[in-house]
Every structure is written in structure tokens, then in C-alpha cells.
């Protein structure tokens, strides 16, 4: 099996930045969309970014021109680089990569890590 594993919450005054990582390892064949989420309190989880195996980006409209997703070369590292925090971005963030584990594997699976905490206040 894989496994999924984010680092890099914390506590930041607002204004400020974090970046967070994610890295799959595991029985990793190939990995597809690699991707951001968040859940605050009382709320449901919510998209915040994502990035494909080329590339290809797209983010939450609330986080578009303050936070960053990008991708190691090597596929199976993610980062979201945030900046200009704000209160509302607190939240448990979880990392989720859509994964083959085998060549012969027919369709992909959904891996989750556990989340880290970001706190957003003065």
C-alpha cells in the first residue's frame, strides 16, 4: 500500500506565510492529481488546490494569487507555499494523491494523510 504524509502546519500571525509538504511513498507505481484540502472548524472540507502529473494547477477562488501548489520532478512530493494569511485560513490541511499502486492496477485509488493544523492569529 502507500501512504501519504503532510508537515509544516503551525501557528502564523496574519499576513503571514507557511508552506506546507506532502510526500507519498509507499507501493507507488504512478502517481496522477496530487492535491490540497482544508476542513475548519465546523465546516466541511473544502478544495483548496491541486496539481496534475504535467502540471496543470487549479485553486480554491478564496486562496487564488496568496497560496502556491507545486510538485517535485520526481512526482511523488507536494508543496503549498501560503502567503498573505489570513484568519479564515484556519484549518486542519490534508494532502490527497490519486495514485496507481501496481503497472497492472485497472483504475487509480484516492490516499489520504491524517492533516496538519494551520492557526492563523495574532
Known amino acids: 500500500q502507500a501512504q501519504v504524509a503532510e508537515s509544516g502546519g503551525g501557528l502564523v500571525q496574519p499576513g503571514g506565510s507557511l508552506r506546507l509538504s506532502c510526500v507519498a511513498s509507499?507501493?507507488?507505481?504512478?502517481?496522477?492529481?496530487m492535491g490540497w484540502y482544508r476542513q475548519a472548524p465546523g465546516k466541511g472540507r473544502e478544495l483548496v488546490a491541486t496539481?496534475?502529473?504535467?502540471?496543470?494547477?487549479n485553486y480554491a477562488d478564496s486562496v487564488k494569487g496568496r497560496f502556491t501548489i507545486s510538485r517535485d520532478n520526481a512526482g511523488k512530493t507536494v508543496y503549498l507555499q501560503m502567503n498573505s494569511l489570513k484568519p479564515e485560513d484556519t484549518a486542519v490541511y490534508s494532502c490527497?494523491?490519486?495514485?496507481?499502486?501496481?503497472?497492472?492496477?485497472?483504475?487509480?485509488?484516492?490516499?489520504w494523510g491524517k492533516g496538519t493544523l494551520v492557526t492563523v492569529s495574532s
Open positions: 496539481i496534475t502529473a504535467t502540471g496543470t494547477t
Open positions: 509507499g507501493m507507488i507505481y504512478s502517481i496522477n492529481d
Open positions: 490527497k494523491a490519486n495514485l496507481y499502486n501496481y503497472a497492472h492496477d485497472y483504475y487509480a485509488i484516492d490516499y
